[in-house]
C-alpha cells in the first residue's frame, strides 16, 4: 500500500517524480524543491520565469512587456528529461526597454527552457505550497529522520542486505527498525535524551 504523503529533500525531489508519484500511486510528494539558479532569476530586479506567462494550448510565451515568442520546440536533456524551448524575435527584445532586466546578451533574443505542462506546474505549486508556515511547521517532522538513517546504515548495517529477494529484503528492514526502536528506548531508560542540533562554534558565536 502506497503511502499518502512522502516527505523528501531538495536532494530527492523533483517535478517528474511529483507528477509519477500522484500518477501511479496516489502519493503526495512534499518538500522543498531546487530554487532557479538561473542569472534571471537571481538578479534584483529581474524577470524569471514565472514572469512569462506560457500559455500551453497555444504553444507560445508572453513576456512581461507583452511580446509573443516566435518558436516553441520540444526536445529532451541528454538524459531524457522532456524539455520545451521557446525563442523570442529579436525584433522584440532588441529595442526593449527592461532588456536589462531580462537578458545579459547584447544582441541575441530571449529563450526559455521549461519543462512540459503537469511537471512545470508541478514545481510551480511545491515552491509555492513549501513557503507556507503550516507546511514548514509539518516538514519539521523528517528533522529527525536523517539521524535514524545514519544509524541504521553506521549501526545496524541498513545498506547491506543478507538474503536475495524483495520479500526478504523488506523482512530485513522491518527487522532493522525495530532493531532500532529497543536501542532506542533502553537508552531513553537508561536516561539519554536526545541532544538536538548541533550547532558549529561560529555559529555559536553568533548566537551569543
Known amino acids: 500500500m502506497s503511502p499518502k504523503q512522502h516527505w523528501l529533500d531538495a536532494g530527492y525531489h523533483g517535478a517528474e517524480l511529483i507528477v509519477a508519484a500522484r ?42 512587456q507583452g511580446q509573443t515568442s516566435v518558436a516553441w520546440t520540444s526536445t529532451a536533456r541528454k538524459n531524457g528529461q522532456a524539455l520545451i524551448n521557446v525563442r523570442f524575435a529579436k525584433e522584440s527584445c532588441r529595442p526593449c526597454p527592461v532588456r536589462a532586466q531580462c537578458i545579459r546578451s547584447g ?27 503550516l507546511a514548514q511547521q509539518l516538514y519539521h517532522r523528517r528533522a529527525g529522520i536523517e539521524g535514524t538513517l545514519s544509524q541504521g546504515v553506521r549501526a545496524f548495517g541498513l545498506r547491506r542486505c543478507q538474503y536475495i529477494g524483495e520479500q526478504k529484503t523488506r523482512l530485513q528492514h522491518v527487522l532493522t527498525a525495530m532493531a532500532i526502536n529497543v536501542v532506542r528506548l533502553d537508552a531513553w531508560m537508561i ?18
Open 23 to 64: 500518477e501511479q500511486h496516489g502519493t503526495q510528494i512534499i518538500g522543498p524543491v531546487r530554487l532557479n539558479n538561473n542569472w534571471s532569476g537571481q538578479h534584483v530586479p529581474g524577470f524569471d520565469l514565472r514572469s512569462f506567462e506560457i500559455q500551453w494550448q497555444h504553444r507560445q510565451v508572453v513576456c512581461p
Open 191 to 208: 536516561g539519554e535524551r536526545p541532544i538536538g542540533t548541533k550547532h558549529s562554534r561560529f555559529a555559536r558565536l553568533q548566537v551569543a
Open 107 to 133: 544582441d541575441r533574443a530571449k529563450s526559455l527552457k521549461f519543462q512540459p505542462q503537469a511537471q512545470q506546474e508541478a514545481r510551480y505549486a511545491a515552491r509555492d505550497a513549501i513557503k507556507d508556515p
